[in-house]
């Protein structure tokens, strides 16, 4: 398996937010495990998408209201060639988030 990288930061922008860039042609990001929180206390919908493509919704109605996503072991996300992960925000509010993720040719 290939080495284990972190994301971590924030994203506060309404739209979409790039969480891991694209990793190249012939190349994808495997997820392994992603943390999502809203830290503002403004209820925003989050949307963690592949690419375009939305993957899992919820609603942060509260500060500290995310989502903790473990993938079990043989079973990451892995994302299609060369896309983007991203996290999507209803509003400019403040959320954090940490991925935890590996790059892999397909």
């Known amino acids: 398996m ?3 990288s972190l994301a971590t930061g924030t994203a506060a922008s309404s739209g979409d937010n790039t969480l891991v860039a694209a990793p190249g042609s012939g190349m994808r990001t495997v997820v ?3 943390i999502v929180q809203e830290e503002s206390g403004t209820a925003t919908t989050m949307i963690v998408k592949q690419g375009s493509t939305a993957k899992v919704r919820f609603l942060g109605q509260n500060q500290g ?3 903790a996503w473990r993938f079990p072991a043989g079973r990451p996300w892995k994302l299609p060639d060369n896309a ?3 996290l999507n925000l209803s509003g400019a509010n403040q959320v954090g988030y940490t991925v935890e993720y590996y790059q892999e040719a397909t």
């Open 2 to 4: 290939a080495e284990i």
């Open 32 to 34: 392994t495990a992603i």
């Open 65 to 67: 209201d995310g989502l």
């Open 84 to 86: 983007v992960l991203v």
